[in-house]
């Protein structure tokens, strides 16, 4: 089946400093990545949707210039936390559909958990 | 309203025993529908596909209601590993067409 990376899988850093997390599609082209968040004993929530080559879009209430996404190949997104707040602390998941994929199956990585101190 | 609302539980019940959880979704438009089940600090893993029809997957069976925008799973002899959160999941299939997660029915099964 299709696998889907995520890295770092864990950090903790101090308020203010910025977090890079990326996404990757170890075996398959992802057209589309989508970063979802994660608060404890909530659901999902999609932050952006991620194309390769174009601009991200966000979702209501997501500052683009906090979460700067890019999504520069088919098998790569970034997500980057820009300074961070405690108030970031969360569970980060990404998820990547194929671009062949017509049932829109969608792949997730194993999430990060990001800790502002 | 929240677009896709589940009952969060917990449903606490023995081995062996057989557990549904409800969905209901508020997008009538919506065209994709999935239960996925999420282990405690994990990321979601895809259960099973919901189709009109309705589906089962061993133990596991699935039905869907277009008309009343409800979805079931149904667990059949409940083994302890079955306990986790299920989140019923809808694909609106519109605009960026991304997945609306429910907020999730914890289930604990016990020996």
């Known amino acids: 089946g299709a696998v889907v990376s995520q890295h770092p899988s864990w950090v903790i850093c101090k308020s203010g400093t910025s977090v890079k997390i990326e996404c990757r599609s170890l075996d398959f082209q992802a057209t589309t990545m989508f970063w979802y968040r994660q608060f404890p004993k909530q659901s999902l929530m999609l932050m952006a949707t991620?194309?390769?080559?174009?601009?991200?879009?966000?979702e209501q209430g997501v500052e683009k210039d906090k979460f700067l996404i890019n999504h520069a190949s088919l098998t790569l997104s970034t997500l980057t936390v820009t300074s961070a707040h405690p108030e970031d602390s969360s569970f980060y998941i990404c998820?990547?559909?194929?671009?062949?994929?017509?049932?829109?199956?969608?792949?997730f990585g194993p999430g990060t958990r990001l800790l502002v101190l | 309203r929240k677009e896709v609302e589940q009952d969060p539980g917990p449903f606490n019940v023995p081995e062996g025993a057989t557990v549904a959880f409800n969905c209901t979704y508020s997008?009538?438009?919506?065209?994709?529908f999935f239960w996925y089940r999420q282990d405690c600090r994990k990321e979601p893993k895809l259960l099973m596909s919901v189709y009109s029809s309705g589906n089962e997957d061993g133990r596991f069976t699935a039905q869907l209601n277009r008309a009343s925008q409800y979805i079931s799973l149904l667990i059949r002899d409940s083994k302890l590993s079955d306990s986790a959160t299920y989140l019923c999941?809808?694909?609106?299939?519109?605009?960026?067409?991304?997945?609306?997660f429910g907020s999730g029915t914890r289930l604990q099964v016990q020996p």
């Open positions: 997008n009538s438009a919506s065209q994709s």
């Open positions: 998820s990547a559909r194929g671009s062949r994929d017509i049932q829109e199956t969608q792949y």
């Open positions: 999941v809808v694909n609106f299939h519109t605009g960026r067409r991304a997945l609306t």
């Open positions: 991620s194309n390769e080559g174009s601009k991200a879009t966000y």
